[in-house]
């Protein structure tokens, strides 16, 4: 039987072939120390699971909840802008709840996009970004991912070999999978370049909170006037290791708001009631459980920095995210992203993200996600160790075991 036109448009999703072989792995006994899926492994804080069990006992918030996020969500949405960012955010027009912030692209993407809309996307990036607008029937025009000095220069070449002109730019700093942070005069170049194109700006801040050295990430929002044709995706899943939860936000322009709320009306209830109460207090609390979350990958992060660069796998030490963008060991490099990902597998016990999944500019990287403890991390770098020192100097030698099934 033929494939539905919008599954034809996606590719095999890269990394399912890693959880089948982690999954296989397991059930032969092997102890995979899952360092792949981007899934936080810290619990959520007391405080915000106590005020849920609270207002659960409440049979009048078991009903249906309101698409757009209750408005005391909303306006703690609204304030935690105002104190982190400086940025005044109308709860009523210009902040709707998402069920995490890749439904929210999803959705965006669906209100915005008309058939061949073009979408100037960087490559690597999390996958929504692009196809959240393929399925929506866009196409996706690659940029690079760094906010560095050819950053204009390629949106200008974007702009100029794009027919139609480009409907938006997606924007992800501190960046999955690459963990590139931009500075506020970046945004300040790409709001007046997307101004004078009139180009949507679309900005994932999913990762704002989890930034170390000190230099809390900016929001594109904080350029004056940004809010005219920017909106920025965020969400409690790594801030406040609600990943289960589902609790995200779009905030910015007036009508793109209306346009992502009016689809999401016809699609969804929003959250559980008690779950909404519940992201509302911690958005309103002190921000004692942000700064421990990010204490805590602060320390993996050194971690895996130290015992991975004395196993031999030199890995630049990122400036946020709960991620490190790896290059490859050069023996390994010809392999690609993915067969290097099976032989971490297969031979290492040690799972990671191929950075092909993440775009093909990334086939020569893998992603390391900070989600199990110091000692485990330290326990995949021996596992590595081990495997470099007995495969480095015969890479072609070594196959992954699924080759031969």
């Known amino acids: 039987m033929e494939e539905f036109h919008k599954v034809r448009r996606l590719p095999?999703?890269?990394?399912?072939?890693?959880?089948?072989?982690?999954?296989?792995?397991?059930?032969?006994?092997?102890?995979?120390?899952?360092?792949?899926?981007?899934?936080?492994?810290?619990?959520?804080?007391?405080?915000?699971?106590?005020?849920?069990?609270?207002?659960?006992?409440?049979?009048?918030?078991?009903?249906?909840?309101?698409?757009?996020g209750i408005p005391g969500l909303r306006r703690a949405q609204a304030n935690y802008y105002a104190r982190r960012f400086g940025v005044k955010l109308n709860p009523d027009t210009q902040v709707v709840a998402t069920l995490g912030s890749k439904e929210g692209f999803a959705n965006m993407a669906q209100a915005i996009t008309a058939p061949g809309d073009v979408i100037l996307c960087p490559n690597p990036t999390y996958p929504i970004h692009a196809f959240g607008f393929i399925m929506s029937g866009g196409v996706i025009r690659?940029?690079?991912?760094?906010?560095?000095?050819?950053?204009?220069?390629?949106?200008?070449?974007?702009?100029?070999?794009?027919?139609?002109?480009?409907?938006?730019?997606?924007?992800?700093?501190?960046?999955?999978?690459?963990?590139?942070?931009?500075?506020?005069?970046?945004?300040?170049?790409?709001?007046?370049?997307?101004?004078?194109?009139?180009?949507?700006?679309?900005?994932?801040?999913?990762?704002?909170?989890?930034?170390?050295?000190?230099?809390?990430?900016?929001?594109?929002?904080?350029?004056?006037?940004?809010?005219?044709?920017?909106?920025?995706?965020?969400?409690m899943s790594k801030t406040f290791s609600m990943p289960g939860w589902r609790m995200g936000f779009a905030v910015g322009n007036e009508r793109l708001i209306s346009a992502l709320t009016r689809v999401k009306s016809y699609l969804d209830y929003g959250a559980f009631t008690p779950i909404q109460v519940a992201a509302a207090h911690a958005l309103n609390g002190d921000g004692a459980d942000i700064a421990e979350v990010r204490d805590i990958y602060h320390k993996r992060r050194d971690v895996m920095v130290d015992a991975f660069g004395r196993a031999g796998w030199t890995i630049p030490a990122p400036a946020a995210s709960m991620f490190a963008w790896a290059p490859i060991p050069e023996p390994f490099r010809h392999l690609g992203s993915l067969e290097?990902?099976?032989?971490?597998?297969?031979?290492?016990?040690?799972?990671?993200?191929?950075?092909?999944?993440?775009?093909?500019h990334g086939d020569d990287f893998v992603r390391v996600a900070l989600v199990e403890n110091e000692h485990r991390i330290r326990q995949a770098a021996r596992n590595i160790k081990r495997f470099l020192s007995t495969s480095a100097k015969q890479p072609n030698n070594v196959v992954p075991l699924s080759a031969h099934r």
């Open 12 to 68: 095999p999703y890269v990394f399912e072939q890693v959880n089948r072989l982690k999954a296989s792995a397991r059930s032969r006994g092997a102890d995979i120390i899952d360092l792949g899926m981007g899934n936080p492994d810290l619990p959520t804080p007391k405080a915000i699971v106590d005020k849920l069990c609270e207002v659960v006992r409440d049979p009048r918030t078991h009903r249906y909840s309101s698409s757009r």
């Open 142 to 235: 690659s940029l690079q991912v760094e906010p560095d000095d050819g950053f204009i220069p390629a949106l200008e070449r974007g702009v100029r070999h794009s027919i139609p002109k480009p409907l938006a730019l997606i924007l992800n700093y501190p960046s999955n999978p690459t963990a590139l942070v931009a500075s506020l005069d970046f945004y300040k170049d790409v709001v007046a370049f997307a101004k004078k194109n009139d180009i949507i700006i679309l900005s994932d801040l999913a990762y704002s909170e989890i930034y170390f050295d000190g230099n809390p990430p900016p929001s594109v929002l904080q350029v004056p006037g940004a809010i005219d044709v920017c909106v920025e995706f965020t969400s």
């Open 340 to 360: 290097f990902s099976k032989l971490l597998i297969e031979h290492a016990d040690v799972a990671v993200a191929p950075g092909v999944g993440f775009g093909e």
